[in-house]
């Protein structure tokens, strides 16, 4: 067997054994694996943060070097989710996807065994690719795998499966560096990464029929079993110049790399500007230079995605009514979970509060995101609109974020604004990603998933990388009080944004 012929029998997705396929709930099976993904996703991210005090003994590095270990990770995954999202509808979503676990579970097994920070960053960045293979299409596959009726409910369980790694995240790393090493935090992603990958090979759905080697995009994609009819879209709307600037056109053309190159280095450069204002050693000037330098790379990225023929951020997508707005919303969303997350620890530390009780609280804010996720609605009224649990969780978030930074900071105080909070997210969250995705047509439901997960993970950095800026500014409990009162302003922005949008 040559190379090509192997390549295309590895890149063939194969179908669900007959008894799966046959079995009317075996969507679900398909839900449980993408939440493998979700779970190990938002693990890794919770996780890292407490073995930062760890590796600085290890390695005898400061808090500013140690930090790139978690920066290295969100700067690959915010760069390559959308590339990747676009060469998913060519390749095939569960392809891809099977493909992100086995990348993540050995860069994990590199990542343990690391003799030094720079091996440990350098195979962050590569566990991030395999991060971005798995979140690009996480959100296409539950979208597009269940019936419409479920879609709200498996995206809600999708969001839990977030929040159990969110909330497991703290208290099994500080057991893991305490009792074994911290090694270990990342050698346990290795059994996870194996289970999601038989789990996916077994009971996920195809996502195209045959190889895409040999063979016209076009064509393939034309008998993908996700496939949309051209004349289902109206000729000259939003959602047509969508689907012509996809990969389902053809194959004549090019991956926009000047686009993936300007968005990594605008990313970089604002998540650079914000380090180094935090205390990260460089000069006083790297602020405002690397601030232009975003300025001028994100500018370029918009002149260069409107211009090119196969541009992977899709303007004709963004510019779908609900769509930008959407990923507006889904940033800000997370933008709201992760501040608590990295701010809540240092305001009760500050306090006196002991760490693992501190750790114990904050777990109850990715609690209550999973229950709202998954059984939230139920305490809502019956006929609720997406739009209307969207309006009310975010009202709910930027309520509890207030109030946790006007009680006084102890542990009876915190507790009900962090239950509110998380509460309220849950609620937010699953119904914006089900509008998003109602609004993109099936041919462009990876690309669409990956610009949702862009949005998730610049939310994600933008919460990690602020409050440890307000706290560098003006301490503790000033600053920390000072950034939760601007997230409740920006809740109050994701209520005006929420809108209703038009099947696609």
Known sequence: MNATALAARLLTERPRPRGVAGWRHAHWLA???????????????SVTALVFPALGRHFDAGFAAVEWVALAYLLVLVALLAPVGWLSDLVGRKTMYLGGFAVFALAS??????????VLVGFRAVQAVGGAMMQANSVALVARGVPEHAMRRALGIQAAAQGLGLALGPSLGGLLVEHASWRWVFWINVPIGVLGILAGWFLLPRTRVGSPLGTRVGSALAVSADSVPADSVPAGSPLARAAASSPADGADGRFDLPGLLLLAGSTTALLLALSTASGLPLPGWAVAALL??????????????RRAARPILAPGLVNTPGVRSGLVVSLIGYLLLFCPLVLGPVLLTDAGVPMARAGLLITLLPAAFALAATVGGALLPRGWSDVARCRAGAVLAGAGLLLFALVPVSGPAVAAPLLLAGYGLGLLLPANNALVMRAIPAQ???????MVNMARSLGTALGTALPVLGVHLAGAASGGRTVLLALAAVAVAAVALTRPVRQA
């Not at 839900?31 to 991210?45: D, R």
């Not at 462009?444 to 990956?450: E, I, K, M, Q, T």
């Open 109 to 118: 097994l590199g990542a343990g065994c690391a003799g030094s920070l720079g």
């Open 444 to 450: 462009c439901s990876a690309v669409g998933g990956g």
């Open 292 to 305: 232009l330098a975003a300025a001028v790379l994100a500018l370029g990225l918009v002149r260069q995605e």
């Open 31 to 45: 839900v449980g694996t993408v939440c493998l993904g979700a779970f190990l996703g938002q693990l890794t991210a």
